[in-house]
């Protein structure tokens, strides 16, 4: 067995996962004491992984449902069939596995007299990710191969210096003619000489190609993750960098999908934070689809998004933004939950129908902030439904050497474990429906109330309700009903009002039969303000309750807004709590409206929905709607 592998990462998908078991493997593959679950105990054997996961309408699906994968990153012969078991034990159903070029082909190939080469792969090293895959798949998790180097940092002992095979840095073997010292600045020049060396590249081609065709008939994979993190060296950080790193993925995604058709492609920008996507062409793989965009998130998230924003900057999405800081900087992490959101939320909005997962997260031992970017980051992840695995072992994981947890090991398990916090209910309306709203993301039919079907429709990107008459609301809902519930939701209304207000609404507990809800809505007003306030309908009457909240004066035409409500039980009472804020701003760190509703309140379970109401008088108007999330709490 060779120590951490980091060139081709396999991405496990587990329906119940862990971490692996050789310390000596490396970051992401230690070992845990065998029989210890997520609370200390041992969780059931689970089914293997059967079924083919695929990428589409902003999810992952298997079986025609939405699945959220979760886990951990780990490495080809790190881990043990035991390891995969305990994995499954914690609750996580997610690995991503690096797979690692630099021990998959150890020697040169040999040129031949016609100009081709004959490439020599090790043997044993494919025997070993086969039966790690065999492994994950007998143990219920699912595999995604993806491209990742090898790095002593990273606790790959054997690893050559450039984290690739050492042969690829002498002159013989690019076609710049170029031995690269094994410097800093050697390193610098062979990433940046990559994008323009044609026989490196090649090199790359076969090396991707040859491990599909040997994994592709295994039971269990997910897909294939094309490269980790591009780097690009010294190029500029511009949308014509961006797109020739993307333009050269995908025609690499388009050789594994003929090697193998039915599995997900995973892909990135550049480095690991998704620069230059809110400027890069992805019509090629919205063509080619079935396929995922992989960002990391080690986001500092004390301001912004980590990304300039300013679409009339040169530099708009090509650079960190301001203040941007990196959780291994010289600083303590000092982030929230709303800074990962933020980060996250911007980077899904460029991507329309093409799913987002977070491939990687952690933090440095020594940061002093380490617990809260933990527990910052998880909160994020899981309250958007992303996919997403987490660093294991190493520095920057949350498993010690010794094969204990470090102090916020637990968050993770938790967060493994939280599977009932996962979304039941989630719309991206990148269909076409007339006369209604359809099926929704998550597989629910959307039933509409109050008006004709003609005033409901989604055009492609978004659900539309028209307003043609001042006061008569119009409503969809899903039978997906919750208790205690948040919904999170994107809208915007086609123009201002002139007289009073127009309110887009979060839909809690409704009964179908009794005619029985809560509302939380965000209105725009005439006066140009943005108002958040609730209702509450009883037996035919819908009244206001609590007291409405004013967001300032920043209601406007076409414009998107975010509002995230809360319908929660408190003893015996319903506690409903909102907030709402413009598109590309940071999510407010404190609820706007919140009101404790102790007079017959509503505790039973209900249906979520989506409502618009125009109290304006000078109608029509149609609000939009895009991007839904509901979750229990």
């Known amino acids: 067995m060779r120590g951490l592998r980091a060139s081709f990462a396999l991405v496990v998908l587990l329906v119940a996962a862990g971490l692996p078991s050789s310390a000596a493997r490396g970051e992401g593959s230690a070992q845990l004491a ?13 089914a293997p992984a059967t079924g083919q996961v695929t990428a589409h309408d902003g999810s992952f699906w298997l079986g025609g449902k939405p699945i959220l994968l979760r886990g951990i990153k780990v ?29 998959l082909e150890p ?9 081709t080469w004959t490439h020599t792969y090790d043997a044993s090293y494919v025997d070993e990710v086969v039966q790690s895959i065999a492994w994950a798949q007998q143990s219920g998790l699912y595999v995604m191969v993806s491209s990742h180097k090898c790095g002593v940092d990273e606790g790959d002992e054997s690893c050559p210096y450039f984290g690739f095979p050492g042969w690829l840095y002498q002159a013989g073997y690019n076609s710049h003619g170029v031995t690269y010292p094994e410097t800093d600045d050697g390193k610098l020049q062979a990433q940046t000489d990559f994008w323009s060396d044609s026989l490196r590249q090649q090199f790359y081609r076969d090396m991707f190609g ?3 065709r040997q994994i592709d008939g295994e039971d269990g ?3 294939y993750e094309l490269m980790n993190e591009p780097q690009i060296g010294t190029l500029d950080n511009s949308h014509t960098t961006t797109q020739m790193v993307l333009d050269w993925q995908l025609s690499l995604a388009k050789m594994a999908r003929n090697i193998d058709p039915a599995r997900v492609i995973t892909f990135t920008t550049r480095s690991g934070d998704a620069m230059g996507l809110p400027m890069a062409d992805l019509s090629g793989w919205n063509a080619l689809g079935n396929v995922a965009l992989d960002v990391h998130d080690y986001h500092g998230a004390r301001w912004g998004s980590g990304m300039n924003m300013n679409n009339q900057s040169a530099d708009y999405g090509e650079v960190s933004g301001v203040l941007a800081n990196h959780v291994t900087g010289d600083t303590a992490y000092l982030g929230t939950v709303f800074g990962h959101v933020n980060f996250l939320q911007v980077r899904r909005s460029f991507l329309g129908d093409i799913p987002m997962w977070v491939g990687e997260m952690g933090d440095s031992d020594v940061d002093p902030g380490v617990t809260v970017y933990f527990a910052t980051v998880l909160a994020a992840v899981n309250s958007l439904g992303l996919t997403w695995t987490v660093d294991g072992g190493g520095a920057q994981g949350f498993i010690n050497a010794d094969d204990t947890l470090k102090p916020w090991g637990q968050l993770v398990l938790d967060a493994l474990a939280d599977g009932g916090h996962s979304p039941v209910a989630t719309d991206n ?7 209604g709203w359809g099926t929704a993301s998550s597989g629910q039919a959307w039933t509409t ?13 978004v659900g539309t309700m028209n307003l043609p008459t001042t006061n008569s609301p119009r409503m969809a809902y899903l039978g997906a009903p919750l208790t205690d519930q948040e919904v999170l939701v994107r809208f915007s209304v086609d123009r201002a009002p002139s007289t009073m207000r127009v309110i887009a609404q979060a839909v809690g507990r409704y009964d179908p039969t009794a005619k029985s809800f809560y509302t939380i809505g965000a209105g725009l007003v005439w006066d140009g303000s943005v108002r958040i306030n609730a209702t509450k309908r009883v037996g035919g009457s819908e009244t206001i309750v609590g007291t409405e909240a004013s967001l300032g004066k920043i209601a406007a035409s076409g414009t998107w807004y975010w509002l995230r409500a809360q319908f929660v039980n408190e003893g015996a009472s319903v506690r409903l709590k909102a907030r709402a804020w413009k598109d590309g701003s940071s999510e407010p760190p404190t609820w706007q409206f919140s009101y404790l509703d102790s007079t017959n309140p509503l505790t039973g379970a209900g249906d979520p929905g989506l409502r618009t109401m125009p109290w304006a008088t000078d109608v029509p108007f149609v609000l939009s709607f895009d991007d839904l999330t509901d979750k229990p709490i």
């Open 75 to 103: 490495t080809v012969g790190g881990q043990s069939l035991a390891d995969f078991q305990r994995f499954a034990s914690w609750g996580a159903n997610f690995v991503r596995m690096r797979v690692q070029w630099a021990f």
């Open 34 to 46: 065998a029989g210890r679950g997520v609370n200390g105990s041992m969780g059931g054997r689970q």
């Open 449 to 461: 109330v109050g008006g004709p079907a003609s005033d409901y429709a989604v055009n492609g990107s």
């Open 429 to 435: 309306f990148t269909r076409s429906v007339a006369n």
């Open 210 to 212: 040859y491990m599909v």
């Open 107 to 115: 020697d040169p190939p040999v040129k031949n007299r016609d100009g």
């Open 221 to 223: 994979i997910v897909g």
